[in-house]
């Protein structure tokens, strides 16, 4: 006999990160922690490709190790994203919406689809496809906003804005080169 779960919203696991801003919504929304966005670095072969977005208070154990994994902070890197933004870093904020089991990004869109509510809109971004170390593709807020002061030109994990390219990629209904948008979603 099947178990039957009832999934309460109000202590569910739903959470996103919300790239480029250093506070959720607030469309009842709580603030997990608010941090700076990390990865590897962006010319490493074997780094790992996902962006982190990293607590401002980290703990550490052990205070040496082999210098294999390496975590970098992130940074914008061109002015697409952010106006003014290239090489300063990037912020984000952990959230956890009150009432809803499921949180997802739909790229391509800047609504969300019937009976999900929209968290937040922006630009699809990755790293820059001429890099050797692999990406991920995030969600950076319509409204972006940048580390004052960040700005250093380290380069480890970078963000950019993400194109259309025709092909297998349908154009129609998409179109060449146009940058692709994004929204955060949950329900």
């Not at 959470?15 to 700076?36: F, H, M």
């Not at 990390?38 to 154990?61: H, N, T």
């Not at 380069?155 to 692709?180: H, N, Q, R, T, W």
């Amino acid at each position: 006999m099947a178990t039957a779960y009832i999934i309460d919203s109000k202590t569910s696991g739903a959470t996103y990160i919300r790239w480029a801003r250093k506070q959720c919504p607030g469309n009842d929304t709580e603030l997990v922690y608010s941090g700076w966005a990390g990865g590897s670095f962006y010319d490493q072969p074997g780094a790992a490709a996902e962006y982190m977005c990293l607590p401002p208070d980290p703990d550490f154990v052990k205070t040496s190790g082999g210098d294999f994994g390496r975590m970098f902070g992130a940074e914008f890197d061109s002015d697409f994203l952010a106006s003014g933004a290239t090489s300063e870093d990037v912020p984000c904020a952990l959230c956890r919406p009150k009432h809803s089991s499921s949180a997802i990004m739909i790229p391509g869109k800047n609504t969300c689809y019937s009976v999900w509510k929209m968290e937040y809109h922006g630009y699809l971004a990755s790293g820059n496809y001429i890099h050797t170390a692999a990406s991920s593709f995030v969600c950076v807020d319509i409204q972006p906003e940048y580390i004052i002061g960040g700005l250093d030109g380290h380069d480890g994990k970078l963000f950019l804005e993400v194109i259309a390219k025709c092909g297998s990629l349908k154009c129609p209904p998409y179109k060449p080169s146009y940058p692709l948008t994004c929204v955060v979603c949950t329900k």
